[in-house]
């Protein structure tokens, strides 16, 4: 008598792949965490002028370039945000 052969059908197929593709997403998900995400050195200089216009009508007060800010009817507005991000 011969041993049953074992095949795999498409249910087994379908649930194998979806089991891998879980499986990489995790594992590219941890390493990404592994990277430690966040603001990464000049970031946060780009951000500078629009979280300032959130909270002030007016000019920033830091040093800053002349003639970057426009103020039309009592709003300012940044022009430029530096004038030279990089590494």
Not at 58 to 79: N, Q, V
């Amino acid at each position: 008598m011969e041993p049953p052969v074992r095949r795999l059908t498409a249910e087994k197929c379908g649930a194998w792949a979806i089991i891998g593709a879980l499986a990489v997403y995790f594992l590219w998900a941890a390493l990404l965490i592994l990277q430690n995400p966040g603001l990464q050195y000049d970031e946060a200089l780009l951000v500078l002028g629009s979280v300032h216009m959130r909270h002030s009508v007016g000019e920033i007060p830091l040093p800053h370039d002349p003639d970057t800010w426009f103020c039309p009817f009592k709003r300012c507005l940044p022009l430029m945000t530096v004038r030279y991000v990089g590494i």
